[in-house]
């Protein structure tokens, strides 16, 4: 077994990959965990939502609209819910051509891939969190898996032990940090299995970051960027809380956060700050 979340925390600060490097690849697929990894990610991250059989499934939004063809495919089942859709549905579903027509990050128009792998996206599945979690241990991996917000939807009671057990049933719990902004979600993890490390999502800054920490029992602090507080930063890391922010697209800003003791970014183009923190990293570490 390689590295694992601790260790990874210890020793650099981590590149990783938004929903995977989707600039580049569908997002929250295995072909964007698959260009993360290719480009030198330390560690993906990925959207959780539980669909109508109670299979917990990797996609962000709470319908299937912008990113399959769902409303092709099933016009009557207007507003597309995923937790409307059983698996076998959802895997009949194209995951990936939303992204070949669109091109969300201009990154096919800019050059960066080429005409077969934008024509491979074509049919991309979505995932199973089973299957995301399988690829990632096999790959001797690291991932940040986010719970969505399942309030008022079917599930909110039990996703949050379901991932966990999850988790400690494939032995996946060092190389997985569970996120949510669902705080109540975290508690219920670390109830369920002391061992997987958790992560609040936090999207205003609140008064005191640290005893929010204690009292969730969270190992990490994921601030967006907005919500960010350079002082926060050191009393966290002080009381052993490393800090990763999202989402930093830029090189510049990347490295200034890292000479400021952020432990790591969540990025879209992980293949473009992999070069640019580089040689920092290797200074700061
Ligand atoms: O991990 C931070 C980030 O993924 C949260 O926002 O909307 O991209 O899931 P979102
Ligand atoms: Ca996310």
């Known amino acids: 077994m390689g590295i694992n979340i601790a260790e990874a925390l210890d020793s650099g600060y981590l590149n990783i990959a938004h929903r995977g490097a989707r600039s580049v690849a569908p997002e929250n697929t295995i072909a964007a965990a698959r260009k993360a990894l290719a480009a030198g990610a ?20 709470e319908t299937l609209v912008r990113t399959s063809d769902v409303a092709v495919r099933f016009p009557g089942r207007s507003p597309w819910q995923v937790n409307d859709f059983r698996l076998d549905e959802l895997k009949s579903l194209d995951f990936g051509s939303w992204f070949s027509s669109s091109d969300p990050f201009k990154q096919i128009a800019g050059g960066y891939l080429n005409p077969s792998e934008v024509e491979d996206y074509r049919g991309e599945p979505i995932p199973t969190l089973e299957e995301a979690l399988i690829f990632t241990a096999e790959h001797d991996w690291l991932v940040n898996v986010e719970i969505k917000d399942l309030s008022g939807l079917p599930g909110d009671d039990d996703v949050a032990e379901k991932v966990a057990g999850l988790i400690g049933s494939l032995g996946l719990w060092e190389r997985v940090i569970i996120s949510s902004f669902n705080f109540r979600y975290l508690i219920i993890v670390k109830k369920a299995d002391p061992r997987i490390m958790t992560g609040p999502l936090v999207k205003s800054p609140p008064t005191d970051p640290v005893a929010l920490m ?28 490393p800090v990763l922010t999202w989402v930093v697209n830029s090189p510049r800003t990347a490295r200034f956060l890292l000479r400021h003791g952020i432990a790591g970014v969540f990025t879209d183009f992980p293949q473009k700050l992999e070069a640019a923190i580089e040689a920092d990293r290797r200074q700061a570490f």
């Open 42 to 61: 330390d560690m993906w991250e990925l959207d959780v939502r539980l669909n109508l059989d109670g299979c917990l499934v990797v996609v962000h939004d």
């Open 214 to 241: 204690s009292d969730i029992g969270a190992s990490t602090y994921h601030p967006a960027t907005r919500a960010l507080r350079l002082s926060h930063v050191k009393r966290l890391a002080e009381s052993g809380f």
